[in-house]
């Protein structure tokens, strides 16, 4: 590794570098129309759902203090040991982390902020996360994530109310072919019973652990149990089970977890060895994922993390929440076939002079007040065009209607509505004094 550029330095290299051409980062999507309807749409079902379970949405930095994510999400994770984009404050040293994933941020403005003072929280987010993985198909560098944490309760209720709210997300979303697995990790003492339990199985086939199993055997065998190695899948399949090690109490909440999903007709179906990429969870965990994206296919993660609010300073204090990633259920929302939302706007304004444009522009407004999606067509700086381009651009636009601002009708106070489509009636003209009347005629029906 090469020492850091300064910024002077590096200031200078780019000012004398060959290659003008400057391309993003990789793994760091550009998100651009058409596309960036379907996250528009996407996000707006989010915010309705949201809030008909009175979730309320929270807006946080970006960039955390690197401690929050070492201690939060434990050391021997994936993330904090390989994933993360962190640096050093050039101005005052501090290290700092463009956020991997959003629970602990949230955590830790929680109890920064005390939000806990008045009782429990229903919270959600959604944003950017940065991890440095390898880039592909429903895995990027850059990506984004809608969470949605509950602080504050400790009852089964919560988890099975956050698997709802899930569930019910796509069933707005329209997603097919998506399956619900659950699992439970139960309490620490439980773990630490399970654990040894599990070093001892594992150290029994030391021989076919990979490079990676073998330094977490002693720091993190239980994400032993989630990896892709095939070599190691028979051995990981005959592992103690951590649900046989769990107490009356965290089989009580599981148990509860399930009969209010069964009360719903949520189907799910027991994974034994489902653990979670981070360290900070506790009794429930669960998994929605689609068999459509291929290895990339889990869509939404989460469970109950008691024990992170005091780890991250709080007083203690439940907890329980999942993330889904937007481009992966993005992504098999296009696998099913949906079209894309339509963008094309009500009216393309067509005006053949310069000189009317500030007429134009105002009746624009009117129409753009009463709700009506207005595209002007805009010159090249000299002169508007002619007659038959600024048709084609209207017909490119998609629009149902063209108001066609003539110097014949504007002089006559009025303006000419031609229909785009077929079937739709022919031209008429419609007075500049009174849009909001006639204003409604030209929107598409919802
Ligand atoms: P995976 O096993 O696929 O790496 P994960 O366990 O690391 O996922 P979580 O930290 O639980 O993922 O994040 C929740 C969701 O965020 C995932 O289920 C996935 O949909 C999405 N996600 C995670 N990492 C990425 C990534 N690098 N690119 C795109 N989406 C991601
Ligand atoms: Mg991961």
Known sequence: MSEPLTDKAHIKAVKTAKSPKLVGVKGMNDILPPESARWEWLEAQVRGLMARYAYRNVRLPIVEPTALFVRGLGEVTDIVEKEMYSFEDRLNGEQLTLRPEGTAG???AVVERNLLYEGGKRLYYMGP????ERPQRGRYRQFHQIG???????????DAELILLANDLWKVLGLQDVRLELNSLGQPAERQAHRAALI????NHRDVLDEEAQRRLHSNPLRILDTKNPVMQSVVEAAPRLLDFLGEASLAHFNAVKAILDANG???SINPRLVRGMDYYNLTVFEFITARLGSQGTICGGGRYDYLVEQVGGKPSPAVGWALGVERVLELIKEQGEALPDLAPDVYAIIPETADLPVAMQVLQALRAQGVSAQMHAGSGEGMGSMKSQFKKADGSGARFALVFGA????????AVKSLRDGEGAQRTE???TVAEWAHSLQSPL
Not at 129 to 132: K, L, N, V
Not at 148 to 158: D, I, K, P
């Open 148 to 158: 949605a944490e509950v602080l504050g309760f400790g009852g089964a209720e919560v």
């Open 266 to 268: 949520v189907a799910y």
């Open 106 to 108: 949230l955590v830790r």
């Open 129 to 132: 996360m940065f991890r440095h």
């Open 408 to 415: 014949e009708e504007l002089a006559r106070g009025q303006v």
């Open 431 to 433: 007075p500049l004094n």
């Open 200 to 203: 001892a199985h594992l150290e």
